[in-house]
Antibody, heavy 118, light 110 residues
């Protein structure tokens, strides 16, 4: 079955960077895009951007441009999200999702809590 | 980015039908048939329940259905069950190659 397994929770100081991993199994990794979504406490989800795993093309949310990088290692079926210059507003659960197109996300990782606090 | 508009809460008794509305604009909900609905239990990841306005993925009970009229999409749960108590989020493609989500609706089974 399709599975996305993410790395563990992180606590970061303001100004630091975080890198979250997402290992996929149960399907051909390069056949699907990976989209990252975050959810702040008590809020709705927020689309962060996505990438075509087989080409490496990326599309980032405008409000994160310059601070976010999404990459993928096809050899290990793993996607990565890096977010830099963290502020307390970046405190959220970060999810990787499998994106088959049509703006839908049909499988989700278990989530990674990133806490930004001094 | 402004979120899609959803009611904060909807409730119903077991066996009843409820409908959750999701209002956007002609740049998102009204302009494309790329509306999805997700169910989320506390502390868990969202689960896709409806995609492309009306499509129900394999394994989703047929008491869940979706529709759209103009700039408003809707999710109907027929024959409400206790296990349907959760948060529900709509999402849509928005012009400019982005996806926008709603603020969420808490469904309570009385």
């Amino acid at each position: 079955q399709v599975q996305l397994v993410q790395s563990g929770a992180e606590v970061k100081a303001p100004g630091a960077s975080v890198k979250v991993s997402c290992k996929a199994s149960g399907y051909t990794f390069s056949n699907y895009d990976i989209t990252w979504v975050r959810q702040a406490p008590g809020q709705g989800p927020e689309w962060m951007g996505g990438m075509r795993t087989y080409k490496g093309d990326t599309n980032y949310a405008q409000n994160l441009q310059g601070r976010v990088t999404m990459t993928a290692d096809i050899s290990t079926s793993t996607a990565y999200l890096e977010l830099r210059s963290l502020t307390p507003d970046d405190t959220a659960v970060y999810y990787c999702t499998r994106d088959p197109g049509a703006a839908r996300f049909d499988s989700w990782g278990q989530g990674t809590l990133v806490t930004v606090s001094s | 980015q402004s979120a899609l508009t959803q009611p904060a809460s909807v409730s119903g008794s077991p066996g009843q039908s409820i409908t959750i509305y999701c209002t956007g604009t002609s740049s998102d909900v009204g302009g494309y048939n790329y509306v999805s609905w997700y169910q989320q239990y506390p502390g868990k990841a969202p689960k896709l329940m409806i995609s492309e306005v009306t499509h129900r993925p394999s394994g989703v009970p047929d008491r869940f259905s979706g529709s759209k009229s103009g700039n408003t999409a809707s999710l109907t749960i027929s024959g409400l069950q206790a296990e349907d108590e959760a948060d529900y989020y709509c999402s849509s493609y928005r012009r400019g190659v982005t996806v926008i989500f709603g603020g969420g609706t808490k469904v309570t089974v009385l």
